[in-house]
Structure formats: structure tokens, C-alpha cells
């Protein structure tokens, strides 16, 4: 959608900049040129002054939050992270009191932070790649956009709802498959050691995770599944491709890069996700690859702030906002990497960089919004459809 | 088509050769119910179960189908026909958790709403010295906060976010380094976890104002932290839908810059944009975590948003179930509560949006 954009939106731009810059060049000669008195500097209106400053200076204020976000964690973070533990007294009690430092703390929780953003991952991303195949390749075009606007509402539903449904509903459904998976596949260290009983594991809150992660997954590899090259599809078709023949030699190729960053932003928005492993597990500050046990849950960093965050004294705060800086770190660094591959996805293209996708703008798609655009790109897709058979035409 | 004919020929089959060798249309359809009545019959004897009957009809509808498929037809048609199983199966287990999560809220939330739960500030309040709990059932504290807590929220980012945008789109020079820098800084901010917005808020105003900053206003900070890229975002997509057309035609009537996007750009795009706005703020409206580090969480009726905790609905759904007072199920039914008056509000919003985005959209544009 916004390789439309992208590649739509310069022209008008810089049309309209040179059409200021001949006007601007105009007052030399007739003297009627408003529209270029910013740039000359001849006559400058206070309107327009004002709001090219207020325009230029939010877009400054951004750069400025986002310093600040990563300057006042580490101001209040460091404190704690130079503490020596085992021996500073307002560390040295609580649910600090087991750890000599900084790193040892906050070790674990790293760990359960990945292990169960990892688990939504291989259970949400495949399902989420599926959905975005129905919609794009199988559903009934009539009925697409409707099927997208439903999978969308997932993303509209509040997280602390899904930790109560995850209460309610995952826990004790997951209960009976856990034991049955205990007891047959125990052997398999997953699913090994004392089978829970009351069903907080950390499989149900990954469970809940992956469906939070779901939308984001749908919405973007489903934006970059649409951008796919029409000729590509009708040539593999034609050929005789069955629909999936024609997925996986047209589709999937030119999608690889936005699927796997589709699947890192996914694995960004679990990482950072709190209430529903707040809620759901019953967790432990330990290194375990155990799923279904009964206390050898790896608590997530996000999670350990919300649970510890009212009862901490201050210098323990500064202890769980050293360990927030940590997951702002990793997911800055997820997120970052996931924009890279697209980027270099189109930047390797080289002369077929047009043809390369693009991110869709907002990663969990507003739905209305998208629908409207969908429509818009639908139109715009057409058009460049027919400019390309045209052009086609004119090179055979 | 040489396979088609070496097929008609070994079986001898009809002359119509373009249906030979493919299922009959009603196949799938028929499949399906004959795998739901036989899967319904096996769990009958083994005792029934829904989720159960779901997924066994699912299993056994797929190999069936594939099996078939490979026997009549080919094999490529047989995983065409099994892909597009298992891709539809997806489908309908994104499906299966928002009509549960939804259904769940509404059937649990249903019976503590009230006309007194809206208008009543309550909860279990506690008291540090008597040790004594007492309970009413009362969202009115969490409602004004929440409402407060993101109007505040909405005043910070509208206007960040929608300059910003205007930046991008009609004053940034293409490529040049400032919007580069801002494009990925404001992809870089989507991504930050809520809670990290939450903590920069409480750290932010911990410095200002000592170690107990818990306050309305620093919760709209954490949020609008987390609702300005969305804002950006939106915003320019739809500013950047405007056509250059209407921009040069309105410069070349020597209109001035300023105007050019006060009085065309901006009335042209302002359907998109409120959509937009609207969305982002039924995002942050059910964020949890920000709020909670930075207004923490109070049974009492607090309007000041820069004084002390203030308590919101999606705080009061947590703590309803992590703090839950002595009477746990009162703590449970208002955490319900809460959740429903949340999802309530959501769905106001995306329907508010989705009206403005119909109403309001500028005409020839469908």
C-alpha cells in the first residue's frame, strides 16, 4: 500500500516545490509571486511562519521524547545497576534480596522474556501468516476487507481483557492437554517436571500472547501479500500453477522479507507485552525451558515490573527501571532490524527496487482507515497495472 | 493435458474430458458435514466436548479431503486443496479467541453493570491502620480517570502528532535528513513496550516532583508517548492521499503556504485524520500497563490529575484481579465490570470512527 504511496507521493510534491521555486524566481519579473516570499525571504507572512515552525518544531519534540524516554531510564536506572546488592540495605531485602547484583537479576528475566515471546511466536506466527493468505489469496474478494476489519478488532481489545479471558478461559482449557502432554511427552525436557495444577504456566500466557501478537502478523505480511505483482501471479497461473503452486513461486518470494519482518514486529509487540503474563503466570526468576510446571515459570521483565512495581522502596524501583531500560533496549533493537530487512529488501533489488514491497505506514493497520486505503490502492494498482501492460505493449 | 488423456485413458473414463479426474463441486462441502456427524459420533461415545468436536472435524476433514483429492486427482491438486484447508483453518482460530474473549466479557461484566456501578465511586477501599476492607461496587472514580487521563493524553498528541505530520508531508524537503530521522524515529516509537513508556513517565516526574510522582498527568504522558507515532503515522498517510493537484492549484492562485494547508489540504484530509485520531485514542484508552506505573491505582475519587494516584478502568480490571480485597468475588465482579466498560467504550470509538470515516468522506473518493 505504501509503495503506492511511496512511489506515488513525490511527483505532486515535487511538482509543487517547483512550481514555488518558478514562482519564487517570478517576482524578478513581474513581482506576483506570493507562493515563493518564504523561500526569497522578500516577504514573509507571520502565518506561515508560525506554522512552519510549529510543524518543524513537533517533528524536533519527537526526536526530543524519544532522547528523553532513553536519557530518564538511564538517569534512574543506573543507580541501581552500579548498586552493589548484596550489600546495599534498601537492595538487600525483598524481592531483591537473592541477587548480588544488577545482571544477576535482571539475567533470567531476559531469558523469560524471549523464551515466551518466542513460544507466541511459533504458535502466532504461522496462524498469522495463514490468516493473511485467506484474506489476500482465498477469501472471496467481496468479503476480504470485512474478514480483515475482524481479525483488526483483536488488535482493538484491550490487553488487560485478554489476561482476564486468559484467567477464565486458557487457563483451565489448557489444563487437561498439559497433563496429557506430561505424561506422554514427558520425556521431551518442554514438557517435563511436576505438571501445574492450577494452569498458570507460561504456555497459557504465551498462548494469550500469540493471539495478541496475531493481528500485527495478519496486517502487515497481508499489506505486503496484496502488493505482490499481479503480472507475476496471472503469469503463474497461466502456466498452470495450482493457487498454491502459484503462493509459493509468486507470492512468497517477493513477500520473504515483510514476512520475517512482520514476524519481528510481532516478536517486538510480545516482548514488551505485560498484562497478560502478569495475570496469567504464576511466575519464577529462573533459567527453565519448562512449560507446564508448577513454579519453573520464567517471569518476563515487563511482567516483574508490574507485579513488584507498587510494593518496591525506591531504590528497587530504580532496580526494575534499570531492567525496563533493558527491554527498551531489545525491543529498539528488534524493531530496528525489522525495518532493516525491509529496507534492504528493497534496497537489493536494484533496478526492480519499485517492484520490491514496502511496509504498510501503521503496523497494527487502524481498520477503517485501511479499508478506505484499500480501496484507494485497489484503484491505484489497477492504474499501474494498466501503465505497466501499456508499457509492456510498447517494449514487445 | 497429455496427463489428463493418459488418465481418461487407464480409467476408461468419460468422455468429457476438462471434469474428468476432479472432484465434484459439492465434495468439499459434503465432506465437511460427513467428517463433522462421524467426529460428532466418535466423541459422543467418548463424551462430547465442543472444542473437541471443532478440531476432530477439522483433522478429519483435512486428511479425508487429501486423501480423496490425491486419489482422484493428482497430488499437486491435493495440497492446493490441503493448503487452502489449513489457511481457512487459521482463520477461524483467530476467530475462535475474539468471539471467546468478547462473549466471555460480556456474559461475566453483564451482571455487575449498573446504573449505580457507573455512577457510584466505589471498590474495595482498604485501610492501612484498622486493616479493615470495606466494599461498594463503583466505577465512577475509574471512568472520570480514564476519561481524564486520556483526554489530557489526546491534547498532548493530537497536535504533536499532527504537525509533525504536516512537517513530513508539505514542508520536509524530500530526503532530507530531519524527516529521514523522524520517519524512523517515529517507527522506532511504535515499537517501544507500554510499560518502558509507563517507567519514562514515573521517572520523568519522580525527578520533578520526589519518589511518590504518581499522578494523572504523568499517566497521559506515558500515553501520549505511545499515541503520538500513531498519530503521526495516520495523519500522514491520509495527508500524503491529498492530491498534488489541489496544492499547486492553490498555490498558483497565489494563495500563501500556510493557507494552502489550512483552508484546502487539511478539510480535504479531515475524515481521515479524525478516523485516525479516534483509533489511536481506543488504543491507548485500554492500555494498562502506563498507567498503572505512572498513576498507580486508588479506590478513592480523585479529579486532579496532577495530584495523586487516580484510578481508570483498565488499571481497576487489573488490580481487581491481582489485589483482590477480601471479598474476592466482589473484587471480581467489578474487575468484569471494569473490562466491560472498557470494551464498551473501544467499540464507541472504533464506531465513531468508522462513522466519521463513512459521513464525512470527501465526495468522489468511492
Known sequence: ?396 | MSLLTQRAARDGAPANSLTSGQLPRFAEVSIIGGSAVASGLVLMLLGFNFVGWLVLTAIVYLVVLGVLSSIVENRRKATDRLVRGIVSVAFILAIVPLVSTLYTVVSRGISSLSWQFITQSGGSSFNADTLEVTNTPGALQAIVGTLIITGIAALISIPIGLFTSIYLVEYSLPGSWLARTVTMLVDVMTGIPSIVAGLFAFSLFSIIMGPKAFSGFSAAVALSVLMIPTVVRSCEEMLRLVPGDLREASLALGVSKFSTIARIVLPTAIAGIVTGIMLSIARVIGETAPIFMAASFTDNFNANPFDGPMQTLPVMAYTGFAFPGTDIDASHNAAWGAALLLVLLVVILNLIARIVARVFAPKGSR
Open chain 1, 1 to 396: 500500500m505504501s509503495d503506492d504511496m511511496t512511489s506515488a507521493t513525490p511527483s505532486p510534491r515535487t511538482t509543487s516545490r517547483d512550481s514555488l521555486k518558478n514562482s519564487g524566481s517570478a517576482p524578478q519579473g513581474g513581482g506576483a509571486g506570493n507562493g515563493g516570499a518564504s523561500l526569497r525571504g522578500s516577504r514573509v507572512r507571520p502565518g506561515d511562519l508560525i506554522f512552519h515552525s510549529l510543524s518543524t518544531g513537533s517533528a524536533i519534540f519527537i526526536m526530543v521524547i524519544l532522547a528523553g524516554v532513553a536519557l530518564f531510564l538511564i538517569i534512574q536506572g543506573i543507580p541501581a545497576i552500579v548498586a552493589d546488592w548484596s550489600t546495599d540495605p534498601s537492595l538487600h531485602e525483598g524481592f531483591t534480596l537473592a541477587y548480588n547484583n544488577f545482571w544477576q537479576y535482571v539475567g533470567p528475566l531476559l531469558y523469560g522474556t524471549l523464551f515466551s515471546s518466542a513460544i507466541a511466536l511459533v504458535i502466532g506466527a504461522p496462524i498469522g501468516i495463514g490468516i493473511a493468505l485467506f484474506i489476500s489469496h482465498y477469501a472471496p474478494r467481496r468479503v476480504a476487507g470485512f474478514l480483515g476489519y475482524i481479525v483488526d478488532l483483536l488488535a482493538a481489545v484491550p490487553s488487560v481483557v485478554f489476561g482476564l479471558w486468559g484467567i477464565i478461559v486458557i487457563r483451565p482449557f489448557l489444563l487437561p492437554f498439559s497433563e496429557w502432554l506430561n505424561t506422554n511427552l514427558g520425556w521431551i525436557p518442554l514438557f517435563g517436571g511436576q505438571v501445574s495444577t492450577t494452569g498458570s504456566t507460561i504456555l497459557a500466557g504465551s498462548v494469550v500472547l500469540s493471539v495478541m501478537i496475531l493481528p500485527i502478523i495478519t496486517s502487515i505480511s497481508r499489506e505486503i501479500f496484496l502488493q505482490t505483482p499481479r503480472l507475476h501471479e496471472e503469469a503463474a497461473l497461466a502456466l498452470g500453477a495450482t493457487r498454491w503452486e502459484m503462493i509459493r513461486l509468486a507470492v512468497f518470494p517477493y513477500a520473504k522479507s515483510g514476512i520475517v519482518s512482520a514476524t519481528l514486529l510481532g516478536l517486538g509487540r510480545a516482548l514488551g507485552e505485560t498484562m497478560a503474563i502478569a495475570m496469567i503466570i504464576s511466575p519464577a526468576i529462573l533459567v527453565s525451558i519448562r512449560l507446564i510446571t508448577e513454579g519453573e515459570n520464567s517471569q518476563t521483565i515487563a511482567a516483574n515490573i508490574a507485579l513488584n512495581f507498587p510494593i518496591a522502596s525506591t531504590l528497587q524501583r530504580q532496580a526494575l527501571i534499570g531492567t525496563g531500560l533493558m527491554l527498551f533496549v531489545i525491543s529498539l533493537a528488534v524493531n530496528i532490524i525489522a525495518r532493516y530487512i525491509v529496507t534492504r529488501g528493497s534496497a537489493g533489488g536494484g533496478g526492480k527496487k519499485r517492484k520490491r514491497p514496502t511496509l504498510p505506514i501503521t503496523p497494527m493497520s487502524d481498520t477503517s482507515a485501511t479499508t478506505t486505503l484499500d480501496i484507494v490502492t485497489e484503484e491505484q494498482k489497477l492504474g499501474r497495472i494498466a501503465v505497466n501492460s501499456r508499457a509492456e505493449g510498447a517494449s514487445v
